[in-house]
């Protein structure tokens, strides 16, 4: 399926949650390698104009980057890096992860993009165009987790943040991620995944949790709100393999970011490796 396009959700409440941990994680893996290779496996267009038709078509983004931003609420890393695609101090740009990755790597280290819809390509070929040293691929993003492991430099993360529109992703991403996993057992993989009223991240993570992999610290942000008709989505949640600081790190950016949402929410910080399988369901 290649209808999904992230430019009518970009800058929810989700992008925050992601864009800041991501932030996070890529100023702690680079002050501990000298070098490292980063894949996006979902790449986007790079950048999103909240001006644009289909932005303001949703405005996902006015309960969430714009609230922030408004509200002095992003988290320091991501505000600066936001604060540079919007100097005149309104918040018209959003970038997404394959942007925050290149403005914080180093010219030594390795960014490799996928995106597989092709008009997306195409807008992030065009974002693209001045970067040296990123290697952009229109191709399958899940076959490139396996793919890419491991790289070269041995150092490095791989962000995942598929649309999820197709039910069988939850499970496919934990798949990957395992074969991956098997390949390179040191590697950090960044997992994004929405909390739904189907409930589809309990397969995801029950299957990553069945797994061989280990040490997976998951980060959830929920709406203590039912989610309004025509906006399903009541949480963002992050599972990542191999974290490079410890659990405090994560609780603090999480609940940093539940408090300031503007709605009430609720945070959820835990080793996925210490969740008990219900032995009726078979799931966490």
């Known amino acids: 399926m290649l209808s999904y396009q992230h430019i009518y959700h970009a800058g929810n409440f989700a992008d925050v949650h992601k864009h800041a941990i991501l932030v996070e994680l890529l100023k702690a893996l680079k002050a501990k390698n000298p070098k490292l290779a980063v894949l996006d496996t979902h790449a986007g267009r790079g950048t999103y104009d909240l001006r644009s038709e289909e932005a303001q078509k949703t405005s996902e983004y006015t309960s969430g980057a714009q609230h922030f931003w408004e509200n002095d609420g992003l988290p320091e890393g991501l505000k600066e890096i936001v604060s540079g695609f ?3 101090g309104d918040l018209n740009i959003w ?3 394959s942007m925050i990755a290149r403005k914080i790597l ?3 280290d390795k960014l490799t993009c996928i995106e597989r819809h092709p008009g997306e390509f195409a807008e992030l070929q065009k974002t693209m165009s001045d970067a040296h040293g990123v290697d952009l691929q ?3 993003g899940f076959q490139s987790i396996v793919d890419f492991s491991p790289p070269p430099l041995r150092k490095g993360l791989v962000i995942i943040d598929p649309s999820y529109e197709i039910k069988t992703e939850y499970v496919q991403t934990a798949k990957q991620v395992h074969l991956a996993w098997k390949k390179w057992s040191q590697g950090v993989f960044l997992i994004w995944y929405p909390l739904l009223e ?3 991240h309990v397969q995801l993570l029950t299957h990553l949790r069945k797994s061989e992999v ?3 610290l998951v980060s959830e942000v929920r709406l203590d709100k039912a989610p309004t008709e025509g ?3 009541f949480g963002s ?3 990542i393999v191999n974290p490079p600081w410890p659990i405090n790190v994560l609780d603090d950016l999480t609940n940093h970011i539940a408090d300031r949402m503007p709605q009430k929410a609720h945070s959820d910080v835990y080793w996925l490796d210490n969740q008990p399988i219900n032995p009726e369901t078979g799931t966490i």
């Open 198 to 200: 189907a409930q589809g």
């Open 214 to 216: 280990k040490d997976v």
């Open 231 to 233: 906006y399903r989505m």
């Open 237 to 239: 949640g992050i599972a």
């Open 106 to 108: 180093r010219p030594g």
């Open 86 to 88: 919007n100097p005149e």
């Open 95 to 97: 970038p997404g992860s």
């Open 138 to 140: 229109q191709k399958d």
